[in-house]
Nanobody, 124 residues
């Protein structure tokens, strides 16, 4: 399974970015995580495999939106009102298979596959 994340870049505080992850054929919950230099990888957002359930970390709630297009095999993260503290490498990940369609884990140990990461840098 290969996950390809894209869309990162250098932006100013208050700007928007849209990250995309190619995950064709993956009938699983999909998540976004991020890792800033010297910090642990942390949960950002997750969407269930049919898209009916989403969950966000408190620090992005109201600013970021996760979505998926299963027909196109993509998962996106729309990031608005970016802050310097959002600077990190962002990873998309596919959760372990689960029977429940509402399954949307927030723990990184629940994820089986990881993309290579895309760097988002937000300047003040």
């Amino acid at each position: 399974v290969q996950l390809q994340a894209s869309g990162g870049g250098l932006v100013q505080a208050g700007d928007s970015l849209r990250l995309s992850c190619s995950a064709f054929g993956l009938d699983r919950a999909m998540g976004w995580f991020r890792q800033a230099p010297g910090k642990e990888r942390e949960f950002v957002a997750v969407i269930s495999r049919r898209g009916s359930v989403t969950n966000y970390s408190d620090f992005v709630k109201g600013r970021f939106t996760i979505s998926r297009d299963n027909a196109k095999g993509t998962v996106s993260l729309q990031m608005n009102s970016l802050k310097p503290e959002d600077t990190a490498v962002y990873y998309c990940a596919a959760a372990y298979a689960h029977a429940r369609t509402s399954y949307a884990p927030v723990n990184k140990d629940s994820y089986a596959y990881w993309g290579q990461g895309t760097l988002v840098t937000v300047s003040s």
